[in-house]
């Protein structure tokens, strides 16, 4: 493999070529919104863009690098802000990092061991994921939150565990402000 070079547009998180581009709408996203009632009727009334990623595919095997920008659009599903669906990575040992390019957001973040922790990111802010937490981004600003990030090619994608049990954590907007609560005190 020979190095290479691609450019991302730094306002719309857009990569100038991408070898994969997946999108995800309301509909994708309706088990992962605390207010299920709320998600089926805004799907009805227009099934919207919640998020996009651009990735550049590089072989995955130890040693690579793989990486692309995620877009995330404004918007809530009732109090709760747009949220990506989050995930461990299959290989638990490999870590990840973030980068803010714009707007503003959370990165939310949870370990196998129990613990959480949401990290508050806007332009210029860079997070590291350890090994064993999961993560999501939720956007709490009123402009696309867009990030790259970067991640060992072998990581995977885990999705299942946040699929059936959650995070414990989730942000809604209250007496417009942004808070952070339990899911069980919703
Ligand atoms: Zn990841």
Same mark, same amino acid.
């Given at each position: 493999?020979?190095?290479?070079?691609?450019?991302?547009?730094?306002?719309?998180?857009?990569?100038?070529?991408?070898?994969?581009?997946?999108?995800?709408?309301?509909?994708?996203?309706?088990?992962?919104?605390?207010?299920?009632?709320?998600?089926?009727?805004?799907?009805?009334?227009?099934?919207?863009?919640?998020?996009?990623?651009?990735?550049?595919?590089?072989?995955?095997?130890?040693?690579?690098?793989?990486?692309?920008?995620?877009?995330?659009?404004?918007?809530?599903?009732?109090?709760?802000?747009?949220?990506?669906?989050?995930?461990?990575?299959?290989?638990?040992?490999?870590?990840?990092?973030?980068? /803010?390019?714009?707007?503003?957001?959370?990165?939310?973040?949870?370990?196998?061991?129990?613990?959480?922790?949401?990290?508050?990111?806007?332009?210029?802010?860079?997070?590291?994921?350890?090994?064993?937490?999961?993560?999501? $981004?939720?956007?709490?600003?009123?402009?696309?939150?867009? /990030?790259?990030?970067?991640?060992?090619? $072998?990581?995977?994608?885990?999705?299942?565990?946040?699929?059936?049990?959650?995070?414990?954590?989730?942000?809604?907007?209250?007496?417009?402000?942004?808070?952070?609560?339990?899911?069980?005190?919703?």
């Amino acid at each position: 493999m020979i190095p290479f070079e691609v450019r991302i547009d730094l306002k719309s998180g857009i990569l100038n070529k991408s070898d994969r581009r997946s999108k995800r709408y309301l509909s994708d996203l309706n088990s992962y919104f605390i207010d299920t009632k709320k998600i089926e009727s805004m799907i009805r009334k227009k099934n919207v863009l919640v998020y996009e990623v651009y990735e550049i595919v590089v072989p995955e095997e130890l040693g690579h690098m793989m990486f692309g920008s995620s877009i995330l659009y404004p918007g809530k599903v009732g109090s709760e802000y747009f949220l990506t669906k989050g995930h461990y990575h299959e290989k638990i040992e490999t870590a990840e990092i973030y980068f /803010c390019l714009k707007g503003e957001g959370y990165l939310v973040m949870e370990s196998l061991e129990g613990e959480f922790l949401n990290i508050y990111m806007r332009s210029g802010s860079i997070a590291y994921v350890p090994p064993k937490w999961a993560h999501r $981004t939720t956007n709490t600003g009123t402009e696309p939150f867009v /990030c790259f990030y970067s991640v060992p090619a $072998t990581a995977g994608h885990d999705y299942d565990e946040i699929e059936k049990n959650g995070f414990k954590t989730t942000i809604i907007e209250s007496e417009g402000k942004v808070k952070i609560i339990k899911k069980e005190d919703y």
